[in-house]
C-alpha cells in the first residue's frame, strides 16, 4: 500500500478546517498553479511548493464584493503572513511592508506577496476567484553567487535556528481566517489599520489610509492641495519584490 503525495503533505501541514491541500514538487510555481486551479478548486486551496530554500503557497478566495474593492483582501493576507512570521522569529526583530507587496525582516527584502483574479472580470463585478500568493526566502539560494547571497535576506540566516515551513504555514492559515472574521464583524478599518502600521517609509505628520478600492491615501494635516493617492492595481503588477531571472525575492 502507498500513501500519496498530498496525504503525506497533509500530515506534515496543520491547517485548520475549510483548507484544502494541493502539494507541487519543488519546481511548481504555486501562484500561477493556484490561479489555473481556482475556478474549479474553490475557496480554501492551498498550494504548497514544498522547497527548503523558500516558504512558497497560494490560497484561493471567493469573495462576496465587487472586484474594485474584493481586492482589499490582499491587505488581510499580508497582515496573515506578516503574522506568522513574527510568531516564529527571534523576539525583538521587525516585519514591515513596502507599498503594497514587500515584506521586510529587519530592514532587508525577505520576500512578498501577490494577488490574482480572473483576467475577464470587471471592476464592478464580483470575481468567481482572487488567489494570494506568499514567497519568502527560507534559505540561500544553491544557484546564488556567494557575493550576492550575502547582500539578501534569508530566515535561516536571520537569528531562526530553524525554518518549520509547515507550521508557518498553518499559523499564517489560521491568521488569514482571524483578519477575514475580524473584517466582518467589524469592517475593513481593523484590516487597514493592521497593515498600515507595518507599512515603512511615513513621514512627519502624515496620515495613511487605504480607499475602498485599495489604492493609499496620504493626507499631511493642514497642508493645501489633494490627497495623494498611489495605486494598488499597478503597484501589484510590478511585483518589485520578485526577481523573475531566479523566480525568487530579489537580493538586497
Known sequence: MTVSRAAQAEKLLDLPPGYTLVPLREHGDAFAHGCSIASE???????????YDLVEFAVVLEPDEPLLSARR????????????????????????????????????????????????????????????????????????????????????????????????????????????????????????????????GKGGDEQRGIDTNGDLLIRIPGAKGPVTRTGLVDALAKAAWYDPDYRAPKLG
Open 41 to 51: 478548486a474553490g475557496a480554501g486551496t492551498l498550494v504548497w511548493v514544498r522547497r
Open 73 to 200: 483582501a490582499f491587505f488581510a493576507g499580508m497582515n496573515a503572513t506578516a503574522d506568522a512570521i513574527a510568531v516564529h522569529c527571534p523576539p525583538e526583530r521587525q516585519v514591515q511592508f513596502i507599498w503594497p507587496d514587500t515584506i521586510l525582516f529587519d530592514g532587508g527584502i525577505l520576500g512578498g506577496g501577490r494577488l490574482g483574479w480572473p483576467a475577464a472580470c470587471r471592476e464592478s463585478e464580483v470575481p468567481d476567484w482572487l488567489v494570494f500568493g506568499v514567497m519568502l526566502r527560507a534559505a540561500d539560494m544553491a544557484q546564488v553567487g556567494e557575493t550576492e547571497a550575502a547582500s539578501g535576506v534569508a530566515l535561516l540566516n536571520e537569528g531562526f535556528e530553524m525554518v518549520d515551513t509547515e507550521a508557518m504555514i498553518g499559523s499564517f492559515a489560521r491568521h488569514l481566517l482571524t483578519a477575514f472574521d475580524q473584517w466582518n464583524e467589524q469592517g475593513f478599518d481593523p484590516v487597514a489599520r493592521d497593515y498600515l502600521s507595518r507599512l515603512s
